[in-house]
Structure formats: structure tokens, C-alpha cells
């Protein structure tokens, strides 16, 4: 499930893993890569770094701080892009502008998974980054799960 607040996007999941396992998922940089990543920095602690290359070709990095780390319950950090130069101005969302909420509900022996990425500068970026965390948390779903991920969608980007 997908919606979109005024200045924000929320992606909704349900995953077949405990809080914990789906946890490791946001804070393990091997096990972020499976999902959403070439390559991943992680240090979840509040004002640790977060930074992911999340495409092949043009190793586009995203990039922020680690706020709030509630072990198997929540996440939250700063996201944004360090090479802007190549989009337009309406899309431009620099390294640690907005803020990604991650919040994980037990749900019998599974996971419901609520992320919330706010403060999206325009209707184009809410868009984009909509498209975008639906596609990874597709991924999640099965990596999280122990299932293959299939093909990366940003592999050629």
C-alpha cells in the first residue's frame, strides 16, 4: 500500500519476519545492500551515518544521519541525494533534507512495516520517491523472507 500526505510518502508492507529480522534489514550494511543498494555506510546510532549508492551505472548516493534507532520497533534518518546536479530543480533533495520514518508492528509471527518519507520538496520527488520505495520494499518483502530479490530496478540507472 502506497499514499502520499502533502509533503510526504507513506509505504506500507506486511513481511513474513519478525521485527527483529526485518530490523536488520535497515541497520546491517551486507544485508541493506540485498535489498536497496550497491553499497551501503551504516552506523544506527542517532547522528551516525547513513549513506547507500542506491544505482549501477551512475552510483547515485543517498545520504543523511541516523536519528532515532528503537532496536526492532523504529528507525529514523535523513535522506537526500549527493549528485543533484543532473535533475531539475523540483527533484533536487540534497543529502539530509528530508526524513524517512521506519516503524516495524508486530503482527503475529510476521512484520507490518510502515515507512513514512517526509518534508519532499515538490510533487515530482514525492512521486519519484514514492516509485522508488515501493519497488525496494517489494524487495525487502522477499530478502527479509529469505527469498531471492530478483532483479535490481536500479541497476541500470
Known sequence: ???????????????????????????????YRRWQGKQAELDPRPDGVFRVTVSGRTRTVASGRFIRVEPSRRITFTWGWEQ???LPDDMRVPPGTTTVDVELIPDGDGTLVRLRHGDLPSAPARHFHSWGWDLSFDRLVLVAQGRPPGP????DM
Not at 152 to 155: C, K, T, W
Open 152 to 155: 535490481d530496478p536500479f541497476a
Open 84 to 86: 543533484a546536479d543532473g
Open 1 to 31: 500500500m502506497t499514499s502520499r500526505a502533502e509533503n510526504s510518502v507513506a509505504i506500507e508492507r506486511r513481511i513474513d519476519a519478525s521485527p527483529e529480522i526485518v530490523f536488520s534489514f535497515f541497520t546491517d550494511p551486507e544485508r
